[in-house]
Antibody, heavy 120, light 111 residues
Framework: QITLQESGPTLVKPTQTLTLTCTFS??????????VGWVRQPPGKALEWLAF???????RYSPSLKSRLTITKDTSKNQVVLTMTNMDPVDTATYYC????????????WGQGALVTVSS | QSALTQPPSASGSPGQSVTISCTGT?????????VSWYQQRPGEAPKLMIY???KRPSGVPNRFSGSKSGNTASLTVSGLQAEDEADYYC???????????FGGGTKLTVL
């Protein structure tokens, strides 16, 4: 059974860096074809894909946020970490991590989401 | 502004069928068979309903089906049930420069 869980701060100040951790079970990023992505959703708004990392270190970023995002993995800990720099109030959203069905970009298992508020 | 265009709302009565469209371009929906659809109920995480245009994950009722023609993908829900009331998002692979793009979402109301 695949599960994912996001963790990190619930409140960050403008200009700060956000670090979110996705801890998962039921699969391994040491296995070929596996991958984890991040998606966010501002309150009352649509889903927005942010980043993706695969078992073979294929890294993908949203073109509009690429300069602010870094995604990494710790295979031994079954974790994926997303960092987003220079946070702004418009980045207030629920952040989800999700497992992808290889070989495409579809996510079949999702974490419950972590609400991050950006405010001074 | 989302990369893929969906109608903001759709509705149908119980037992009826409803189709939600998702319009992209020849660089995303039209170029790849990697269209997926997600259902999201209030306060919940999205749930994958369709992937690779027509495939249903295990556990998704066969009332849900997907298709694609040119740059437009569609999700059809047959035999509408009250539990189908939710927001639905389409998504597509956008090529090497945009790995995944979402639509703006469609709120499905069961009358």
């Amino acid at each position: 059974q695949i599960t994912l869980q996001e963790s990190g701060p619930t409140l960050v100040k403008p200009t700060q860096t956000l670090t979110l951790t996705c801890t998962f079970s039921g699969f391994s990023l040491a296995t070929g074809g596996m991958g984890v992505g991040w998606v966010r959703q501002p309150p009352g708004k649509a889903l927005e894909w942010l980043a993706f990392i695969s078992s073979n270190d294929d890294l993908r970023y949203s073109p509009s946020l690429k300069s602010r995002l870094t995604i990494t993995k710790d295979t031994s800990k079954n974790q994926v970490v997303l960092t987003m720099t220079n946070m702004d109030p418009v980045d207030t959203a629920t952040y989800y991590c999700a497992h992808r069905i290889p070989p495409g970009p579809s996510f079949d298992y999702w974490g419950q989401g972590a609400l991050v508020t950006v405010s001074s | 502004q989302s990369a893929l265009t969906q109608p903001p709302s759709a509705s149908g009565s119980p037992g009826q069928s409803v189709t939600i469209s998702c319009t992209g371009t020849s660089s995303d929906v039209g170029a790849f068979n990697f269209v997926s659809w997600y259902q999201q109920r209030p306060g919940e995480a999205p749930k994958l309903m369709i992937y690779e245009v027509t495939k249903r994950p295990s556990g998704v009722p066969n009332r849900f089906s997907g298709s694609k023609s040119g740059n437009t993908a569609s999700l059809t829900v047959s035999g509408l049930q009250a539990e189908d009331e939710a927001d639905y998002y389409c998504s597509s692979h956008g090529g090497s420069n945009n790995w995944k793009v979402f639509g703006g979402g469609t709120k499905l109301t069961v009358l």
